[in-house]
């Protein structure tokens, strides 16, 4: 049963150069900031950077599993505040983690939560699910 506080196990997933390439010819942004290490630098970041839109969609599909279904998920916003930083070789965490807030009328509020590498990379994540 879902209550207010209820903590939900948090889930870990890896986003290497691969997955960001995979993401950038998907979505069509191939911005080369999140596939050039050198343009990367060159413009003042520390290495190439996972989309904030992929961020996003993680965060988004921890939610909906949570939720048992997308169409369970009734709101769901965030702020980007760190972008995720993928050096070369290197699978990079983002660790997603969410606490009800609010329980009411067959819903829950849900605060979230998600780090890469022990840094806060999104903020004001909310969300509302049916329950």
Known sequence: MITTDTTFEEKVFYINRALVKSYADAS???????Q?????LS???PNVIAHGMLTMALVGKYLSDLAGGSAKVLEFSARFTKPVIIPAGVDVDLTVSAIVTDVSDGKA????????QGVKVIGLAKAVILI
């Open 109 to 116: 509020s849900i605060s979230l939560a998600a780090t890469s």
């Open 36 to 40: 050039n290490e050198e343009f990367a």
């Open 43 to 45: 413009v003042g970041l």
């Open 28 to 34: 069509g942004d191939q911005n080369p900031i999140h």
